[in-house]
């Protein structure tokens, strides 16, 4: 028997997810997606969340917001989505990412990519305007803004929609959770605190 | 007994880690970090290979080779690394990376960084000119070309040296893998076939 310490785990290489979320600022994306990464991490999956505002930080730092810097930035989070979840991990993207096409190209070269459309009107969304984004897109403070003055394409079929103004935030996470054990989805690896072989 | 379909497999969350190789063009980085991946992938291990010039299509699109692109395009590939690495992920990293200051802020900010110099004379890496690039830095083709117009600052002590104008491409990895296994670096996890529980 070897020692603890040299002893090796052994676990299945599996494949995780990337659970997309788009939709207008305001919409609610990252509230779903902290409440999603809490109830996962609690089940005990390895998971990473991607939120824009972080990762234009990190990884877009000079990239603006036109359409070509969108795809660019949108491109970019689609790859290391991509290096994280074929190593175990289910990433959740928070990101407006407005264009259907760049989405597309992502959701239909991966087979673990499930687009969540959080669909609440511009309405609702510039009502809350949490940030005060609405009210300098407004006044013209801020240019390229997704809704305002830049398009936002709607999902055709996303896998899941979450109507976050008529849901609450736990409606929308358990509507998630739920499509995500039906379709069979949800990895069938977790953490052990004991490890296992 | 749960059906083999609904069963959970379990393991232990466990760091990976951030081999990261630093050297001039030419020196070999990239053909050592590929025979060294092979060999974890060979022994199940999960590994990443993020390569300077896949990078730069893949997350740096836009940025140039100043001092300041530069520093932003090695944080960059620290960021993703350790996104990696902190799901178990052994990341091998080949970069010219020639600012020390940036490099030791990613190695002292982590746990699990090594950094590993691959250190070959300049004039070994311009005999060689795989790529020939520093016959076009010589004749202006090329600006802020490493060695030649640009800085490269070397380690002042990393983990690892591997002298590749003196040393087999073999004899640098089973360096590396020695100096891994006697620091106990090498995570306790490693993929089977058939699950664990």
Redesign the interface.
């Known amino acids: 028997m070897p020692s603890a310490?040299?002893?090796?785990?052994?676990?299945?290489?599996?494949n995780g997810l990337i659970l997309w979320l788009t939709g207008l600022s305001g919409a609610g994306k990252t509230t779903i997606a902290q409440r999603l990464e809490n109830t996962l991490r609690k089940q005990r999956y390895?998971v990473?969340l991607l939120d824009g505002d972080i990762i234009r930080q990190?990884?877009s730092?000079?990239?603006g917001f036109t359409k070509e810097d969108r795809d660019?930035n949108v491109?970019?989070v689609g790859?290391?989505a991509n290096?994280?979840s074929r190593?175990?991990?289910i990433v959740i993207v928070s990101l407006i990412s407005p264009y259907r096409a760049v989405r597309d190209e992502l959701r239909y070269s991966s087979d673990n990519f499930v687009e969540i459309y959080v669909n609440a009107p511009i309405e609702v969304c510039e009502a809350r305007d949490i940030k005060g984004l609405y009210a300098k897109a407004r006044n013209g403070q801020i240019k390229f803004f997704t809704g305002i003055d830049d398009p936002y394409e709607e999902p055709r079929n996303p896998q899941i929609t979450c109507y976050s103004a008529k849901e609450t935030i736990d409606e929308s996470v358990v509507k998630i959770l739920i499509w995500l054990e039906k379709a069979?989805q949800l990895p069938?690896?977790?953490?052990?605190?004991?490890?296992?072989?």
């Open positions: 310490q040299k002893r090796k785990f052994q676990y299945m290489k599996q390895l990473e990190n990884l730092q000079g990239l660019i491109r970019r790859y290391v290096l994280l190593n175990g991990v069979n069938q690896l977790v953490l052990s605190g004991q490890g296992c072989f």
